[in-house]
């Protein structure tokens, strides 16, 4: 398959660990150069982040189970990038 | 015909395989050099995805027999950008 | 006359061809160096495109007789540019 | 007076001649180095367009005689840029 | 005083002389290096414009006095940026 | 403390002095390399500004006692940054 | 872990001190090279600012510690990037 340079996760955290430990921990995955976590919505229990991971050639699965080694679940997967270089999406004027 | 140097299409996929094998595959694609699948929407039965592939002279024809080939189904072709660069569409003053 | 760089034009056309080959026969008309089409609508008979051409000296009519020749019809002339560069049409401070 | 480097101006237009020939003699007049127009409205009998001109100094006055001798009149000048360069306006923190 | 870089100031003036020639005029004031003059509204009497003046060390009042000289007035003033270089005032995470 | 390198304060100030010669007498307290001030909102009787200070290592008192020297009062302290450079607050995919 | 090189918070704090003295302060622990407060939100007795640190191996109990130590608590962590570089969070053509 093609190298997996980007990819960008919807995940359901739990409170602990504290964000910054988690995103410590995937960055730690070999395949990872960069990793970073935004805040989308948090309620009593559980945070939902989005996560964006950035690599030569990511490996997609040790990455979904370094989220839920740390207790975190993949809501969904919200982009991904493969081949050379990313190539970005952008809006058309058809877009709003 | 002058060369396919970008194709942007909106897809209708199942949930297996997951994104990132599905846009691997489609990486592999002999004329593609980077391609981006960005989530739409999603149901229970469907993700709708748009596609970004990007080349020196893409073969759409494989492209969307490849999609095919791991279950999509091409809903629409929303961008194409042939020649000898890709000329950007920009917003004029008219549009919102 | 000062020579056509740039040239944005609202296209209807038929279903068939598809935008790739569309655009791959517009890309081969002699003064067109990149063509970018961007599906704006379609409903059942025909897709409304905006088609973007760009070159050192376009030539409106040969374009508008390939957009022909290919089943489209030229719906509006959205922009054009002429002289020695690309001047930007941009949003002043009056602009939404 | 300061040099004038761009000139924008809103213009009405019968259809003929299209948009392409009209700023293509447009970008003819001595002082116009290039020239962009983009189509804002159009109704049955005139197309509403604004258009960008820019040079080392523009003549304002050469520039809206050629707008008249092609069927066109300038509605408004809604910006002007003069002097050594173009100062943007830029949104300050209170437009929208 | 440190030195005035950019003045951006809101004027009312009447239709004549057109913007083109009140710019000309302003862009010679003795430190005005670059002015634009933006059309924000205009009735049957005013133009109300936006003029951004960018220069070494601007002198307001002779700016002003100029303004005034063809006739129009300065409504307010809308930003300043002084001192060695222009602070550009950036939208925070605050701003809508 | 990490040295001051952006300050950016909401400021409350009669209409005189007038804006240009507020900021040019607060571009040049020591600290001051370029300040900027743009105009929020004006009634009879003050002005509304925000201000922007930037330099390597400003000094917040000396400003604030400047700003009330010619009589504004500031309201409120919107942003700072410290350190070896400015670190700027980007909108995240939660931001509107 | 993976390096942290961001961190962003969302923090409750006391008028005192003033946002200036308390950047300053937390610009001074160890591994912030760089950080940025900015104001949301204040009512009479707290301010809702939102705070970014950069730094190439920022430790976050730290900082945390040094916000708590002038009188400041962390609401939620808002953003982390860890690893070799930061990879920002683009919004794709799914986010509004």
Redesign the interface.
């Known amino acids: 398959?093609?190298?997996?340079r980007?990819?960008?996760v919807d995940v359901l955290k739990p409170h602990s660990p504290?964000?910054?430990?988690f995103?410590?921990?995937?960055?730690?995955v070999e395949s990872?150069?960069?990793?970073?976590?935004?805040?989308?919505?948090?309620d009593k229990e559980v945070q939902n982040v989005?996560i964006?991971?950035?690599g030569q050639d990511l490996d997609?699965d040790t990455i979904e189970a370094a989220v839920e080694e740390f207790g975190g679940t993949v809501h969904?997967?919200?982009?991904?990038?493969?081949?050379?270089?990313?190539?970005?999406?952008?809006?058309?004027?058809?877009?709003?």
């Open positions: 398959m093609a190298p997996l980007r990819l960008v504290p964000l910054d430990e995103a410590g921990h995937l960055g730690e990872v150069a960069a990793v970073t976590a935004t805040l989308i919505e948090l989005e964006t991971f950035e997609a969904s997967i919200d982009q991904v990038a493969c081949g050379e270089y990313v190539a970005e999406d952008r809006r058309t004027v058809r877009d709003p």
